[in-house]
């Protein structure tokens, strides 16, 4: 289910709910309860990539250690290439 941001046009309440795509949005303020409940357009929660970085040795298929010589037959190894 996605997470909707919401914000109350009175108080100025910010509030996280979530929600079915197919359900109808609150316009009720959870805190001071006034009718001014409205749905707010956020960049938050986007995609994120942590670390040191992706490369395609992070998830090859083979199971040998291209610094191991010898370890995989000539021109199998993924991590060779």
């Known amino acids: 289910m996605p997470t909707y941001q919401y914000r109350c046009a009175k108080c100025g309440h910010e ?6 795509m197919s359900d109808d949005p609150i316009v009720t303020c959870t805190k001071c309860g006034e ?4 749905r707010v357009i956020s960049a938050e929660g986007g995609f994120m990539l942590k670390g040191s970085g992706f490369y395609k040795t ?4 083979g199971s040998c250690d291209s610094s ?5 037959p ?3 190894c993924p991590l060779a290439q």
């Not at 009718?35 to 409205?38: C, P, Q, T």
């Not at 191991?68 to 995989?72: E, I, M, P, V, Y």
């Open 15 to 20: 509030q996280e709910i979530f929600q079915r």
């Open 35 to 38: 009718a001014s409940f409205e």
């Open 58 to 61: 992070d998830y090859s298929k």
């Open 68 to 72: 191991a010589s010898g370890s995989c």
């Open 74 to 76: 000539t021109g199998t």
